[in-house]
């Protein structure tokens, strides 16, 4: 499983710097690296490009896991660098930005953004499986997450657009009812979806606000 991000348009990355001449540069050696938007490569190809944009970067690095709390001790090492900068720029996903902020009194800004967690399928090629919204329903849907892989996210049986088991969305989709359909009559199961899912409960959701669990 990996945190998938994309980069973002190095206009938007600028207007957020537009108060600083000079950066810091942080990359990630996990997600971001295999992702080709966070790895050594593309922060030195970041730092290129910032220069020829008029920008000083003071100092780069690759933290291993930028998202780890070892990032405080990767910081502390470069302080004297960080020092000269007036921000600091992150190539990883939205907690590694975050865990940066946390432990820097400097303003931190994000150089990509925050796509999905993704299983690798084939090498190079992730899907999103979990939107972790809280409320699983995978015990009736016969283990295919209908908000998922169902381009419209019904919970309550497919739409009236699927024809010959692809969705109206792109022929090249699969209907996920016509599949959680499929097999839950192969298992003997196809009477779970006579009850009818209730209205989601946002409150357990990403959007509810930040979440905490703990673990006994």
Not at 141 to 155: D, M, N, S, V, W
Request: hydrophobic share 35%; glycine share 10%; net charge neutral.
């Amino acid at each position: 499983m990996k945190t998938i991000t994309a980069s973002k348009p190095l206009d938007e990355v600028l207007k957020f710097m537009d108060k600083c001449s000079s950066v810091y540069l942080i990359g990630c050696g996990t997600c971001a690296t295999m992702c080709h938007t966070g790895g050594k490569t593309e922060v030195i190809d970041m730092k290129n490009k910032l220069e020829a944009a008029g920008k000083k970067v003071a100092g780069w690095m690759v933290i291993p896991t930028t998202c780890d709390d070892l990032t405080k001790e990767a910081l502390a090492q470069s302080a004297g660098q960080l020092k000269d900068a007036n921000c600091i720029l992150v190539m990883a996903c939205a907690y590694g930005v975050q865990t940066v902020a946390m432990y820097s009194d400097k303003p931190v800004y994000p150089a990509l953004n925050t796509l999905f967690v993704g299983k690798e399928e084939t090498p190079g090629n992730f899907k999103d499986i979990c939107m972790q919204c809280g409320n699983c329903v995978l015990g009736v849907t016969a283990g295919i997450c209908p908000l998922t892989r169902c381009a419209k996210g019904l919970l309550n049986g497919p739409c009236g657009g699927s024809v010959n088991g692809k969705c109206e969305v792109s022929p090249d989709i699969p209907c996920a009812w016509a599949q959680i359909i499929d097999k839950l009559t192969a298992l003997g199961q196809l009477d779970k979806l006579e009850e009818i899912q209730p209205l989601r409960d946002w409150s357990t959701s990403l959007s509810g606000g930040p979440r905490q669990q703990k673990v006994e």
